[in-house]
């Protein structure tokens, strides 16, 4: 038979078994809790900084595509005024060139020879209003008013200011035509020629 003080330390080593167990036990579960945490706010990180990089890629691309748009755009700003100031340039040696063969006896054969075509072309919608043909051209041409009404009939021969370098228009009222035979419209109508040809497109 057990004394009390065996029954007493038997006792006491069953407490303690327990107490670890139970020690054991509440760790186990402890550690257990820990991971799922732990894997928890892993998974919520890796989330987070998946969605934070997804978005600053974004960020990043949306700003570099307007950069590029920007410099893409501010480029062709430069090319388009480059192409003008070259266009330009073209068009005022032209408008030189025109001005010296204004000056020469071949111009005063143009003249002749637009009056001529201003005639033909009005003269088909009808001869009996011929007469009431304006025919334009510029200041430093008047000169020229006794050959152009030779070279088209009975017409009235008028200056107009608009016509900077040369050539004539008639222009018949009575029968609703216009004949531009004027060399600023033949300069004029050479830009479209020139814009297509030149090699000078921006795209």
Request: some cysteine.
């Given at each position: ?37 732990l ?8 989330e ?64 002749r ?26 200041d ?45 419209m ?7 020629w ?10």
């Amino acid at each position: 038979m057990l004394t009390q003080e065996e029954k007493l330390s038997k006792f006491m080593i069953a407490i303690n078994e327990y107490a670890r167990e139970q020690h054991d036990k509440i760790m186990r579960e402890i550690e257990a809790q820990d991971a799922v945490e732990l894997e928890k706010a892993e998974r919520e990180y890796r989330e987070e900084s998946y969605r934070t990089i997804q978005r600053k890629t974004a960020e990043i691309r949306s700003m570099i595509s307007r950069e590029l748009a920007d410099k893409e755009l501010q480029g062709k700003k430069a090319l388009l005024a480059r192409r003008n100031a070259i266009e330009d340039e073209v068009f005022a040696k032209a408008a030189g060139k025109l001005e010296e063969f204004t000056k020469t006896d071949a111009y005063k054969t143009y003249l002749r020879r637009a009056a001529i075509e201003a005639r033909k072309v009005l003269i088909g919608c009808g001869e009996e209003h011929l007469s009431e043909t304006i025919i334009y051209i510029r200041d430093r041409d008047k000169k020229c008013s006794p050959l152009i009404k030779t070279a088209f009939g009975d017409c009235t021969v008028k200056i107009d200011q608009t016509i900077t370098l040369g050539g004539l228009r008639a222009e018949n009222a009575a029968i609703g035509r216009v004949v531009n035979v004027t060399l600023d419209m033949a300069l004029e109508q050479q830009r479209d020629w020139f814009a297509a040809n030149a090699g000078l497109s921006i795209n």
